[in-house]
């Protein structure tokens, strides 16, 4: 079985935000096995960076968030 690694590093002082996105700040790094996920071409900085910069804490809201799917049918009436 392949395993999945999630990892945050290098956590950074965002410039705006609520104080939860901004005590999160972080560089985000998925893999899949031997597989980067999240590496991509950084137009700004003009380098291939392995990891995303993204707050943790929408990311754990989205993930400990309702496990319902998201087209539910309507309650009965």
Do not use: C
């Given at each position: ?23 999160t ?10 597989v ?42």
């Amino acid at each position: 079985m392949t395993d999945l690694q999630l990892s945050i590093t290098n956590w950074e002082a965002a410039g705006l935000g609520t104080p939860e996105v901004l005590a999160t700040t972080g560089r985000l790094r998925l893999q899949v096995g031997e597989v980067n996920l999240t590496e991509h071409d950084d137009t700004f900085s003009k380098t291939i960076r392995e990891e995303v910069l993204v707050s943790a804490y929408p990311l754990a809201f989205w993930l400990a968030g309702p496990t319902e799917s998201p087209i539910s049918p309507p309650p009965p009436s």
